[in-house]
């Protein structure tokens, strides 16, 4: 009788095992899921990035050509040659 009761104890504790085992791996497939997610966003931030610095690289490259200077006067300081006039519509 007490083999039974022993054969019985070994199986509540392989079960508690495998439950606990399995607890486990699905808590770790998650956290992978989770970590997966943060990799894809990172390596969106720096594709981001490096088009920034790309653009900026270009910025100071081409820093002291006229017609980026006239661009650059016209759209960020309002500028215009003179003899111009400049135009505002409102709706």
Same mark, same amino acid.
Do not use: Y
């Given at each position: 009788m007490k083999a039974k009761k022993a054969s019985l104890l070994t199986k509540i504790v392989v079960l508690a095992l495998l439950i606990a085992a399995a607890t486990g791996l699905l808590n770790l497939r998650g956290r992978i899921s989770a970590a997966q997610a943060d990799l894809a966003e990172a390596q969106a931030e720096v594709a981001a990035q490096k088009q920034v610095n790309a653009d =900026?690289?270009?910025?100071? #490259?081409?820093?002291?050509?006229? #017609? $980026?200077?006239?661009?650059?006067? $016209?759209?960020?300081?309002? =500028?215009? #040659?003179?003899?111009e006039y400049v135009f505002y519509f409102t709706d």
């Open positions: =900026l690289a270009d910025a100071v #490259e081409n820093s002291g050509d006229p #017609e $980026r200077q006239t661009d650059i006067a $016209r759209d960020k300081l309002g =500028l215009v #040659e003179p003899g």
